[in-house]
């Protein structure tokens, strides 16, 4: 044998040998670690939406390779960017070998046997309340369970001061649907930048800003010309905003990694980053009552919590696996964050920072609470039905049949 093809020979032996051992990984470290993929691709490696590819089979070579592209940066998505930069290659094989233990299809039983037979009451939606229907294409209104056709995967919503208009953003087709609350009528079909997630409305009901997660900036809409006015330049990943009840300020969180961002609202731009250490990819947030706290949900299963005044983090709080909304009660004692990747939500005492947990289906994500406080709706994509909790309680006193995958919720009252 010649010399140089002794080397080639040599050589592929020993990539051949260093690739078997980067695939062998722990099927059981993996598991525990892929608590952090569970909010997108389901624990059992199902995607629990179209957009999210099955792991479950997978070649483990393939997934080690696509957690190294998003590693390097050489495959571009905010979120899986965030999530594969803490990797190491131990954590990538012990991940794939993992999901390609898995069998290719799963079913999953819902954990409570309430059936979805209760109808929706006036008791209960004090005021009209605006849900998101994801595959659906539709929002679907409550107590009234009247539906409106809307765009391609219908997410976030939110609903103007005065209640007349509810705006939607479409990701797949980079639009923001306007409806009339009065009627379901699509008022608008404006356009926005890449893959638009978060929704909100400013407190005076001039503006809409639209987190354009693909693009990193955010559309401000006009609300009374229904127009496009200005485009603001942020970090990697906005998710979602929330602004102050003056109107000055809008956090909204960089699900790229970077932290929360503040924007001046009157010069329409980013002025400050917090750094938000101990989560993965700030996803949702809400503010205390008093607006000198953030609860920032991350995309794994963490909620920090975020002193406004000094930039530190005053505590990391463990909740269900995967991504969900946030919202703190109107009256300030709760926040209560969803999991979709687990089978409950956590109640968050914002004085004591003490958590709890309420069971209550194989998934959750949007979650709302009523104007009054009384009331915490959740929705569960993966049963095509809505949870009632009365807040008094802390159980739920009802589960309503609604399209398919109800997403996002809009409540008057508490934006």
């Not at 190294?68 to 131990?90: C, H, I, Q, V, Y």
């Not at 409570?112 to 539709?138: C, G, L, R, W």
């Not at 917090?274 to 949900?297: C, Q, W, Y």
Request: one cysteine or more; proline letters at 5%; glycine letters at 8%.
């Amino acid at each position: 044998m010649k010399k140089n093809s002794f080397k080639l020979v040599f050589a592929s032996a020993a990539l051949l040998t260093l690739s078997h051992t980067l695939w062998a990984g722990n099927i059981t470290q993996g598991k525990t670690k892929a608590a952090a993929c569970a909010g997108c691709h389901g624990i059992n490696g199902i995607g629990l939406s179209e957009e999210f590819p099955n792991l479950a089979g997978q070649k483990p070579a393939y997934i080690i390779k696509q957690l190294t592209a998003f590693k390097n940066g050489s495959r571009k998505d905010p979120t899986m960017n965030a999530m594969a930069a803490t990797l190491s290659t131990e954590d990538m094989a012990d991940l794939a070998a993992y999901f390609s233990s898995l069998k290719t299809s799963t079913t999953q039983a819902s954990v409570t046997d309430k059936p979805k037979t209760d109808k929706a009451s006036h008791q209960e939606f004090p005021e009209n309340v605006y849900i998101s229907m994801k595959k659906s294409a539709t929002i679907e209104t409550f107590p009234q369970q009247q539906s409106w056709t809307g765009g391609p995967n219908m997410l976030y919503t939110a609903i103007t001061p005065n209640k007349k208009m509810l705006l939607s953003t479409s990701p797949s087709s980079n639009t923001v649907y306007v409806f009339n609350t009065q009627n379901g009528k699509q008022l608008a079909i404006i356009k926005t930048g890449k893959a638009p997630k978060g929704v909100k409305v400013s407190p005076d009901g001039k503006q809409a800003y639209i987190s354009n997660q693909g693009s990193a900036d955010i559309t401000v809409i006009n609300l009374r010309s229904l127009q496009v006015s200005n485009t603001i330049k942020v970090k990697k990943g906005p998710h979602n905003v929330r602004f102050t009840k003056d109107g000055k300020l809008a956090y909204v969180t960089l699900q790229g990694g970077d932290g929360l961002g503040i924007i001046d609202t009157q010069k329409q731009k980013l002025i400050r980053v917090i750094p938000v250490p101990g989560i993965t990819g700030p996803h949702n947030m809400d503010l205390s009552a008093d607006e000198k706290t953030a609860f920032v949900r991350d995309f794994v299963h963490h909620v920090a919590v975020v002193d406004l005044t000094t930039g530190k983090v005053n505590k990391i709080i463990t909740v269900g696996n995967g991504h969900g909304g946030i919202d703190v009660f109107p009256n300030g004692q709760y926040a209560a964050t969803a999991a979709i990747g687990d089978d409950y939500i956590s109640i968050i005492d914002t004085r004591t920072l003490e958590s709890r947990d309420i069971i209550i289906g194989t998934a959750s994500h949007g979650i709302r609470v009523s104007k009054n406080s009384q009331w915490l709706y959740v929705t569960l994509p993966k049963e095509n039905a809505i949870a009632v909790i009365n807040t008094r309680t802390m159980a739920v006193e009802a589960r309503i049949a609604s399209g398919k995958f109800p997403f996002w919720i809009a409540v008057p009252g508490n934006p």
